[in-house]
């Protein structure tokens, strides 16, 4: 077969968060008559990605449909690897593009190393200086970025990050954060929800606490910790409501009714799609969250972020004043989230801080870099 002098792209993706971030990059890279662009997808999580191909248009041209209940991260890596593989020689890309730190990540950066495919990592340089925490994100980045060519980092400080770690300087492209790209896709003042409650929700006379909360690491007392902190805050002011799309784990929805219970103004609800609870974000007083992904997203819609965890990989955000990282202890948690709510100068000073993950441009940087490496 034939092949074109068009500089071939191979976008591998297999969970909702990487779909996001990956959408606004699938978008610039179709458009541009110099690549030929072709699209992966590991669905290590299935209907959840599934949501997100269908809000963004994206048609995968590869589906490995790897996801099975109860799968280990052994077998995600396995299957990944093993369907990578055929995609790889179909195709015969010149770069493969992974971003973020799943273990779709990994395993495709590894398939394209072992084929000798150059590799891009786009959101590269975040570390939490814990290999286990988060678990097995950390390990999984660290990992992409040792068999990566080109280095896509959000911000200064995850180059830094790199440079540390004796990256050359000249693998190391400062993009912005392409969740940012998407969101501002996304977000609307006119959007309707379809769940009821969201629809009938206060969110202009009430100080809505927007609460996620599923890290592994967490599950247990640290999880307990967190509950019972915003059930305090919530019990001892009337004009707060709590708003929790329990995450689908057993073990978390077990803790959520332990504490929660019946409990005034919190509201359990199930999960939400990405294009809702974007929108929801845009829409609340403030988030407490142990998810990475809405420490960026919340400051770019002027939000406060109290991080429930022990480390944070994106410390751009706390050092710009959008975020506050409160860890995991009760008594702190309390203290952090009842500043923000009956102290307006604090959070007006959180919420009109520069939000430090980029314009909403990444994409186009990444395309224009990718553009210059035409040569391979």
Known sequence: MMR???????????????????????????????????????AQHRGMLDQVLQIFNIRPDYDLDIFMHRQTLTEITMKSMRGLESVIEDFHPNILLVQGDTTTVFAAALAGFYHKVKIGHIEAGLRSGNLYSPYPEEANRKMTGVLADFHFAPTVSAKMNLMKENFSEDQIFVTGNTVIDALLQVVREDYQFENHFLNSC???????????????????????????????????????????????????REIAREIFGDAD?????????????ANLIARCYLVVTDSG?????????????????????????????????????????????SELIKNQEEYDKMANAVNPYGDGRAAMHIRDILLGLNHI
């Open 4 to 42: 074109s002098d068009k500089l071939r792209i191979l976008s591998v993706f297999g969970t909702r968060p990487e779909a996001v971030k990956m959408a606004p990059v699938i978008q610039v890279l179709n458009q541009e008559p110099a690549f030929e662009h072709k699209v992966c997808v590991t």
């Open 202 to 252: 206060d969110f202009v006379n009430k100080k809505v606490i927007l609460l996620t909360s599923h890290r592994r690491e967490n599950i247990g007392d640290p999880m307990r910790n967190i509950f019972s902190a915003v059930k305090q805050v919530a019990e001892e002011n009337e004009e707060v409501e709590v708003i929790y799309p329990v995450h689908l784990n057993p073990k978390v």
């Open 265 to 277: 103004r919190i509201h359990l609800i199930e999960p939400v799609d990405y294009l809702p609870f």
């Open 293 to 337: 992904g809405i420490q960026e997203e919340a400051p770019s819609l002027g939000k406060p972020v109290l991080v429930v965890r022990e480390e944070t990989e994106r410390p751009e955000g706390i050092e710009a004043g959008t975020a506050k990282l409160a860890g995991t202890n009760q008594s702190v948690i309390y203290n952090m989230l």
